[in-house]
């Protein structure tokens, strides 16, 4: 797997306020792009992660998997999902992502958006132990989808990206405290996106330990 050439001016760093929101629109060439695509898609052990909110037992409109560093397993809503271990394409995509982000990363949810019928609501990625500033980037593979953004504060102030194949989008600053995003439904797609999520969790213990959240577990 390859990265396409990034001159400087490829990068595009997004004008929003209280956040820092950088773009490379072409970080994956699109063979690439298109071979991790299917080999996440044959072999990753997907799941559809069951979750309560409100007393209600609800199946997530998407199907998930969590991969990181020993000790890094994932809780939310009554749900666990088990970390697994690093695939080497997935570990050669994590390298790549940290040298040319400059953050490091040890865990990753991805999430496989099986047409327009899939979605992730609003949500901000702010649990404790991602830190007061948590940087998280994400790679989009497969069909483009809209990313939207709004302000939690100001009232109207939203922003919506369109997430193509090969896309690299870093979320960082304070950005989830003051910003939601979500990927909504667009019923007229049929095509597959798989997002890769990379976080870095700063407390394996306090992450184990903490109790489940009663919202969707996120990604975008």
Known sequence: MTTAPLPFDAVERLSLPDAELTLWPDFLAAPGAQHLFRELEATAPWEQSLIRIAGRSLTIPRLNVWYGDPGTNYGYSGARLASHPWTPALAALRGQVETITGHRFNSALL????????????????????????????????????????????AGLRRQLVLESGSLLLMAGPMQRHWRHRVPKEPRIEGTRISITLRLVRNVREWAALPSMARDPGGC
């Open 111 to 154: 999430n496989c958006y099986r047409s327009g019928r899939d979605s992730v609501d609003w949500h901000s990625d702010d649990e404790a132990v991602l830190g007061p500033e948590p940087v998280i980037a994400t790679l989009s593979l497969g069909v483009a989808r809209r990313f939207e953004l709004r302000h939690r504060s100001q």
